[in-house]
């Protein structure tokens, strides 16, 4: 497949002011209609080329006639000679929905008809202009089944709707804002709408609401309330309105991505709109809440100001994932939301930013775009907005945003304008900073800190390093903002204010006067920036910042290093000393001072494959043997204190504020130590709160606890777990999931099962990722010696790419960390890629992947 490359960027040749579109509806055949005012942008003599993807033109009409000899295919694109300046290009294609298994473009989901667009799904409908620079104003017209599909949908305004005859009707919908294709969005469905409202601060009134399955309706409020708290949010931090008269969300299950933010009609992966006690667990709710935001926030950052091509993702993505990250901070605790970002952080991007797919957060080139919607973009993204955010300040940055919108409002802009309004805005001189849109991989940061305490001084040395990754064997220096301080090892208390040092050589040195004590080093805080710090803090150091920093990310932080200093080294040397870890991890179990999300986060041994990322050659099994000593040492050392916090955290009635849900994730914790102490009734207890749950927090914490046990409770448990919730397609995905994340020996076996269960589908993206997903991110299973679990991917994977590249491609990524293996998992893992890459016709997704992932 050709390479696409940022720096051949050329504008259109032809602009599309206005279009119109015609939608004959019918799941099996739709005929789809364009009508197309086109202009000549700039003077040239090229021809009109539209996209196509699979299409065959029934009717091409230049002006209103058929010219025959005026067009023509080249590949999939339909390519037209135009004598004049502007145009009316009118075609017409047949689709079929219900065939359409990809998700990109017009399918059927549960009997509704429903649109994703982007990045190129557009040109799936109809031939187009599907390129994001391309910006125009729509006019929609749909018929339909009126029985079959009461609901007709797309953005903008109902500007007409009646019957027609043969039980069908029309509706006609008219977006005054010019966009896009790729948000574009139509839905003909079967579907009820919990509705609402919302004044925004200037007295528009807005009709909100969310369409789902009738008896789904109950579960809408928290995406309600969601949806609510970003409009007054949006207003309040960034003073940005929204613009039109209605907001429709609309439920789906089977869909690609999270949710996509479509102007005025957000089209919803289901799992991030529906939300009950009984089925959703906290982190669901948080999921709810997070996305709804962050579809919201779309609506500026992203709609209002859009993209001018693809490699300017970020642009639109790292500050939308940003908005949303300050946005639940500030609804809930600040402190636990940033621990869970950096640890998705570190999960996800650093393991990304390592490896063979490693990208800046603006690519320079790709072969299938979809392939970019990575947690580089996005998180990596968000982490490159943040640190604008801390340097420049709130107001300033602020500022920045003000004249960014004001400046690119409804156009398509790039990550240098956003660059460059916040430069202009505040002042401040941002050249070197640009380099964290050019340069991937993770920055590392060497902190030595010295002291002399006759003349009460301290020096701080700080160095740094960005690794090569492919394609960019050397790299510059970067700004790096370090929020520093130093605490006094005996006092127990911090010296002066913290302080912003923006590292931006390969060295400084900092001074601190008036340092009487020994100090300790707090550095990073609030994890400011995001790179890897290696200091040489002991772990007496870093017990004592666990239960005395001033910052809770960094208090966390030091309980993470000192953990992950005790793994790594236990793995290395086949000794560990467990107390230091004990004895921290007591410390804050037991402060009265501290909530209970926060011990909850803290508590959370890193995991497998983090403590893999710190090693050189990643040795699957005894890192899981020694973080399961570990375990079962701090269950048995504090079996005493963790049945006290099980007992304190004894919800008695469900609700979501942060303490509740604070209680929740401590006790399911603890409930996990003191299975891994080898209690003879951890079982037991666990089934009790299993049966006894009142939410599914609580029992989906007992599930997964069962779930890695060989206790006889553990079948109990499955079975039950599967009648009860067997017609609900979402929690059934945690049936899967949560087996096969078991770290349970015949795991590669329940899996395979599970594979041939009659619940299990490899058309439904959701339900694919909580089994094949879900068993490739399980360290210990997916590493097993004999090559099985890379096996078991690879079949996935060539039964997946003929149905759904896009979702297919996104699971290779596993396969591809092969370079940090022994010889042997290795030498199994490339034979895997090796055979993908071997299998005639596969999709430009997976081979742009499994090609990459090979080296
Ligand atoms: N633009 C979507 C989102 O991230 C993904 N298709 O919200
Ligand atoms: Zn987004």
């Not at 409020?221 to 209605?246: F, P, R």
């Amino acid at each position: 497949p050709p390479v696409i490359r940022r720096e051949d960027y050329r504008k259109p040749d032809w602009l599309m002011p206005d279009v119109f579109l015609d939608f004959a509806l019918d799941p099996a055949r739709a005929l789809v209609t364009g009508r197309l005012d086109v202009t000549r942008n700039g003077a040239h003599n090229r021809p009109l080329r539209l996209h196509g993807d699979g299409l065959v033109p029934l009717k091409v009409l230049i002006d209103g006639e058929a010219q025959a000899d005026a067009w023509r295919m080249d590949g999939p694109d339909l390519v037209i000679d135009l004598p004049g300046d502007a145009h009316v290009v009118e075609t017409q294609v047949a689709i079929s929905p219900e065939a359409n298994s990809q998700l990109m473009g017009l399918y059927a989901s549960g009997g509704n008809l429903c649109s994703q667009c982007e990045p190129e799904g557009f040109r799936r409908m109809v031939f187009f202009l599907d390129r994001p620079d391309v910006l125009s104003r729509y006019r929609v017209r749909m018929d339909a089944d009126k029985a079959r599909f009461p609901v007709l949908l797309s953005n903008g305004d109902l500007t007409g709707s009646g019957d027609l005859e043969h039980g069908r009707h029309w509706a006609e919908w008219t977006d005054p804002f010019p966009k896009p294709s790729y948000l574009f969005a139509l839905v003909a469905a079967n579907l009820s709408a919990n509705v609402d409202h919302f004044t925004t601060k200037s007295g528009r009134e807005v009709k909100l609401a969310i369409w789902v399955v009738e008896s789904d309706l109950p579960k809408t409020g928290h995406a309600m309330a969601a949806l609510k708290a970003s409009m007054a949010w949006d207003e309040k931090v960034y003073g940005l309105e929204y613009d039109l008269g209605e907001y429709n969300i609309v439920a789906v299950h089977d869909f690609n991505f999270g949710a996509m933010e479509n102007k005025s009609l957000n089209i919803f992966n289901s799992r991030y709109i529906l939300a009950d006690p009984d089925t959703a667990t906290d982190i669901d709710y948080d999921g709810v809440s997070g996305v709804v935001a962050h579809e919201y926030f779309h609506n500026w950052s992203g709609n209002r100001v859009t993209c001018r091509d693809w490699f300017q993702l970020s642009l639109k993505e790292g500050f939308t994932v940003f908005r949303d990250q300050c946005f639940t901070a500030d609804q809930g605790s600040a402190a636990v939301k940033r621990i869970e970002d950096v640890r998705l952080l570190r999960a996800a991007q650093f393991q990304e930013d390592a490896g063979p797919l490693a990208h800046p957060i603006r690519p320079e080139s790709y072969m299938e775009v979809s392939n970019f919607y990575t947690a580089t973009v996005y998180n990596k993204g968000a982490e490159v907005v943040r640190m604008l955010h801390t340097m420049l300040g709130p107001q300033k940055f602020r500022a920045g945003s003000d004249l960014y919108f004001a400046r690119h409002d409804g156009t398509a802009a790039t990550c240098e304008d956003f660059v460059v309004a916040m430069e202009d805005a505040s002042g401040v001189d941002l050249s070197q900073f640009r380099l964290w849109y050019s340069q991937a991989g993770t920055p590392r940061v060497r902190a030595t800190l010295s002291h002399e305490p006759a003349g009460g001084r301290a020096l701080l040395t700080l160095e740094q390093t960005v690794p090569p990754t492919p394609g960019q064997p050397e790299k510059k220096p970067m700004p790096l903002p370090l929020r520093i301080a130093l605490f006094g090892e005996r006092s127990q208390r911090k010296f002066e204010e913290e302080r912003l040092v923006v590292l931006d050589g390969e060295r400084c040195e900092i001074l601190f006067e008036g340092i009487a004590e020994r100090p300790v080093l707090s550095i990073n805080r609030g994890f400011s920036a995001p790179v890897v710090i290696d200091s040489d803090r002991s772990a007496a150091d870093l017990a004592f910042l666990s239960a005395h920093d001033d910052d809770p990310f960094a208090r966390y932080e030091a309980m993470q290093q000192l953990m992950v200093d005790t793994l790594t080294g236990a793995v290395a040397t086949g000794q560990a000393d467990h107390g230091p870890v004990i004895d921290a991890v007591r410390n804050t179990l037991t402060d009265p001072k501290l909530d209970a999300s926060f011990i909850g986060e803290t508590m959370l041994l890193p995991s497998e494959a983090f403590i893999g990322d710190q090693m050189a050659v990643v040795d699957p099994v005894a890192i899981h043997k020694a973080r399961e000593a570990l375990r079962r040492d701090l269950g048995q050392a504090l079996e005493g204190e963790w049945r006290d916090a099980y007992e304190r955290t004894r919800a008695n009635r469900f609700e979501l504020s942060p303490q509740a849900k604070g209680a929740r994730r401590l006790r399911s914790i603890a409930l996990g130590f003191i299975m891994a102490s080898g209690a003879s009734d951890g079982p037991e207890i666990a089934l009790r709160q299993f049966h006894d749950a009142d939410n599914m927090t609580d029992r989906q914490g007992a599930f997964g606890a069962l779930a890695n046990s060989m206790a006889p409770e553990r079948d109990a448990a499955i079975a039950a777990f599967y009648e009860r919730f067997r017609d609900n397609g979402l929690v059934l995905d945690k049936w899967f999931s949560t087996q096969a994340f078991s770290i349970r020996p015949d795991t590669l076996d329940r899996v395979e099962e599970l594979s041939q269960h009659p619940d299990f589908t490899l058309a439904n993206p959701n339900r694919l990722r909580s089994l094949v997903g879900a068993m490739s991110g399980n360290q210990l299973i997916f590493h097993d010696a004999s090559g099985r679990g890379y096996r078991f991917l690879a079949d996935m994977l060539l039964k997946v790419d003929g149905l759904n590249p896009q979702t297919a491609a996104k699971l290779v990524p596993p396969l591809g960390r092969w370079r940090r293996f022994d010889e042997g998992r290795a030498g199994l893992m490339k034979a895997q890629l090796q055979r993908l890459l071997d299998t005639p016709g596969l999709s430009k997704d997976m081979f742009e992947q499994v090609s990459k992932s090979l080296g």
